[in-house]
T-cell receptor
Framework: QQQVKQSPQSLIVQKGGIPIINCAYE??????FPWYQQFPGKGPALLIA?????SEKKEGRFTISFNKSAKQFSLHIMDSQPGDSATYFC????????????FGKGTTLSVSS | DAGITQSPRHKVTETGTPVTLRCHQT?????MYWYRQDPGHGLRLIHY???????DKGEVSDGYSVSRSKTEDFLLTLESATSSQTSVYFC?????????????FGPGTRLTVL
């Protein structure tokens, strides 16, 4: 019940394309769903996060879609750029300090120019 | 990196030796965490702290201990390092932003146990 399943494992898109990364969770107690972006040799950086009271959240070119009944959420990157090439992790937790983030295994995105 | 530094950034050690990794934060955050990152596993919580001298175990705590004697420092110790502890270790803090308790990560320590 603690797992977060992330797909695909890797993704290659052309510049301007819209990569979509999907995650599914099992624990219905989770109420906080962040996405992290990680470049080689760096720590994960919080990109965008959503709570289950909304079905979509946009920040710049990044959009999270959330489907509570299906227990799924996804990240869309609009007008992708080569600089977006990185590893993306979804995570889930109860929104409470001291609670572990349960991470997906990551998606390596390559955006070709 | 949310005012988080980790030291050392890289370390190579031998099986059976003790190793201590340090996480230092400058913004007086109450909650601090240690995660490890391994290929195919994402990040997994080792231990966390909710205040000075207050710590608790995470998912993968076996073989690790932690200490927090000051708000700003959270130490992770491998009492007797094993090759299975070769990993990248990340420290994180919790900060409340936009109504959510969000975690921000440090730059990481790459540990190799030979």
């Amino acid at each position: 019940q603690q797992q977060v399943k992330q797909s695909p494992q890797s993704l290659i898109v052309q510049k301007g394309g819209i990569p979509i990364i999907n995650c599914a969770y099992e624990n219905t107690a989770f109420d906080y769903f962040p996405w992290y972006q990680q470049f080689p040799g760096k720590g994960p950086a919080l990109l965008i996060a959503i709570r289950p009271d909304v079905s979509e959240k946009k920040e710049g070119r990044f959009t999270i879609s959330f489907n509570k009944s299906a227990k799924q959420f996804s990240l869309h990157i609009m007008d992708s750029q080569p600089g977006d090439s990185a590893t993306y992790f979804c995570a889930a937790s109860r929104n409470q300090a001291g609670t572990a983030l349960i991470f997906g295994k990551g998606t390596t995105l390559s955006v070709s120019s | 990196d949310a005012g988080i530094t980790q030291s050392p950034r890289h370390k190579v050690t031998e099986t059976g030796t003790p190793v201590t990794l340090r996480c230092h934060q400058t913004e007086n955050h109450r909650y601090m965490y240690w995660y490890r990152q391994d290929p195919g596993h994402g990040l997994r919580l080792i231990h966390y702290s909710y205040g000075v001298k207050d710590t608790d175990k995470g998912e993968v705590s076996d073989g690790y201990s932690v200490s927090r004697s000051k708000t700003e420092d959270f130490l992770l110790t491998l009492e007797s390092a094993t090759s299975s502890q070769t990993s990248v270790y990340f420290c994180a803090i919790s900060a409340k932003t936009s109504g959510s308790d969000e975690q921000f990560f440090g730059p990481g320590t790459r540990l190799t146990v030979l």
